[in-house]
């Protein structure tokens, strides 16, 4: 007798929280694959990953590691050589002391989100995210019950907040930014990011500082949000926690490795959290993540290249017409306004890939209500798909609009 099929969907009480939206990146990840798979050739501006490996004396030392390290689990808050050396990574870098306690290591970014709002809200909190911004904070605080409250960012003030639109936003429990901010590249300069930890500070807000694009940014460096609050008193005062990652600077996406750094009572409770959560995070990336920090000039190269980069996909898109971009004063994105072309930009990405192989992701992922006029282009890659994507780009738009 044949067994009658399981319908999961149909047999399992599913939650209204799992119901997020996809992150359609990855759909266009999977289009292009299958496209790749039947033989064509696609130009990648959808990913938002660097296109090098982890830098190759980290990989030396993994590969020396692995047949004499039992690599077991580590301590849920990290390595602790590696918690070490991200500590002196705030001294060297920003002249900023942050204890060790106060560092947890994390898988990934992604990992320090789910922790940090467990954290610092409960079920029915009210967490102010930018929009557009990176779609994940806004999926993860849904999963969890925490409502989002979006504040609408434009061309007006160059996606930069001002206080007056979150004063509108309250009451609020907690507050995300990024600096610089995927999809503009917007970096909030240091006076602004003042401005926003003492509003924090005055009306009882947690801020969370999503810093995993510093170290590719083509100006002044930005200080640390932790930096600036070290530089005043901060006895008391709603949580600042800060996020990074091995994933951007240090080219390591696949390795899942982030940080949170944040005052110790937090820090604590992520890692308590951690330990019942992760565990700990994947110890053979964090020894990567360790011996990366040794791979400076590798690293350096690699923002070279973004740089140059830049300078080619902005004028490659201009020529194309493209030229009302965000300020991408760093990362590796450009958030491009197409609404001239009169067609959504989900369409728009979606005959990009099958007309002329070039991937980009529509803006729908960044921001929900406005998305449909933006897209999200990636330059991460090498400078030759960058020129081919933008003589492409030009001539598809002078053959159909
Ligand atoms: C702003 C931002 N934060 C966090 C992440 C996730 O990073 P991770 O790979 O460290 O989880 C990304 C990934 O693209 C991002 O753009």
Not at 59 to 69: E, K, N, R
Not at 331 to 359: C, K, M, N, P, T
Request: glycine fraction near 8%.
């Amino acid at each position: 007798m044949t067994q009658p099929q399981l319908q999961f969907s149909q047999m399992a009480n599913l939650s209204t929280r799992s119901d997020v939206p996809p992150f359609y990146v990855m759909e266009v990840m999977r289009a292009a694959e299958q496209l790749e798979s039947q033989g064509r050739t696609v130009l990648h501006l959808e990913v938002g990953q660097p296109s090098t490996a982890a830098p190759a004396g980290a990989l030396q030392s993994v590969a020396a590691l692995l047949g004499t390290d039992r690599l077991g689990y580590t301590g849920a808050a990290g390595l602790p050589a590696l918690r070490q050396r991200i500590s002196q990574w705030y001294l060297d870098r920003y002249q900023t002391d942050v204890g060790v306690e106060q560092i947890v290591v994390t898988t990934g970014a992604s990992g320090s989100f789910v922790l940090t709002f467990l954290a610092l809200f409960d079920a029915g909190h009210r967490v102010a995210v930018f929009e557009p911004g990176y779609p994940c904070y806004r999926n993860d605080l849904s999963a969890l019950g925490i409502s989002t409250v979006p504040i609408p960012l434009g061309p007006e003030n160059d996606y930069r907040p001002s206080l007056d639109d979150l004063n509108a936003s309250l009451p609020l429990d907690g507050l995300i930014v990024a600096s610089p901010s995927n999809p503009t590249g917007t970096i909030i300069p240091e006076d602004q990011m003042w401005d926003l930890i003492l509003w924090c500070r005055e009306n009882d807000v947690a801020l969370i500082v999503d810093e995993i694009y510093h170290g590719i940014t083509y100006g002044e460096p930005p200080p640390s949000a932790l930096g600036l609050l070290e530089n005043e008193e901060k006895t008391g005062g709603p949580p600042l926690v800060v996020i990074n990652s091995f994933s951007k600077y240090f080219s390591m996406t696949g390795w899942r490795v982030g940080w949170v750094a944040t005052d110790q009572a937090v820090a604590a409770r992520i890692e308590r959290l951690a330990q019942s959560l992760t565990i700990a995070p994947p110890t053979v990336s964090q020894h990567c993540a360790l011996a990366a920090f040794d791979c400076t000039d590798e690293l350096e190269a690699n923002v070279d290249r973004y740089r140059e980069n830049r300078l080619i996909i902005l004028q490659g898109l201009a020529s194309a017409g493209f030229d009302r971009n965000a300020p991408a004063d760093g990362g590796f994105y450009v958030w491009s306004d197409v609404s001239h072309l009169g067609i959504d930009s989900q369409q728009l990405a979606a005959r990009w890939l099958e007309e002329i192989g070039v991937a980009a992701t529509p803006g729908i992922d960044f921001d929900v209500r406005r998305g449909g006029d933006f897209i999200r282009f990636s330059y991460a890659g090498s400078a030759d798909e960058l020129d081919t994507a933008c003589e492409r780009l030009a001539h598809w738009i002078s053959d159909e609009v």
